[in-house]
Nanobody, 126 residues
Framework: QVQLVESGGGLVRAGGSLRLSCAAS????????MAWYRQAPGEQRELVAV???????DYADSVKGRFTISRDNAKNAVYLQMDSLKPEDTSVYYC????????????????????WGQGTQVTVSS
């Protein structure tokens, strides 16, 4: 059983910064793509940033130039550095990871599934 645990949310003033962290734990797994999503009350969940295992990155237009996603494969972790925060960034942020399991029979990684963190609240006051 793979679990994603998030941390780093909180309350900041507009223009401030926060750094979110998410780490996967378990056994016999490989973390592939990792991403951050956010969802405000009454709104759809939206993709904020994504990073592949190789390091390819993409951002939502609304956060380009302000947020930075990174990962540490040795720690199975992904981070989101959030600078120049705006009130409209207020949301619950969710870590997402595509994870493969190792097959002894096939001698390789199989069965890629999506996993979600528990969510962490980010509130930006004006």
């Amino acid at each position: 059983q793979v679990q994603l645990v998030e941390s780093g949310g909180g309350l900041v003033r507009a223009g401030g910064s926060l750094r979110l962290s998410c780490a996967a734990s378990g056994s016999n797994f490989r973390v592939n793509d990792m991403a951050w999503y956010r969802q405000a009350p009454g709104e759809q969940r939206e993709l904020v940033a994504v990073i592949t295992r190789a390091g390819t990155i993409d951002y939502a237009d609304s956060v380009k130039g302000r947020f930075t996603i990174s990962r540490d494969n040795a720690k199975n972790a992904v981070y989101l550095q959030m600078d120049s925060l705006k009130p409209e960034d207020t949301s619950v942020y969710y870590c997402n990871a595509k994870i493969s399991r190792y097959s002894i029979v096939l001698s390789g990684w199989i069965a890629e599934n999506n996993y979600w963190g528990q969510g962490t609240q980010v509130t930006v006051s004006s």
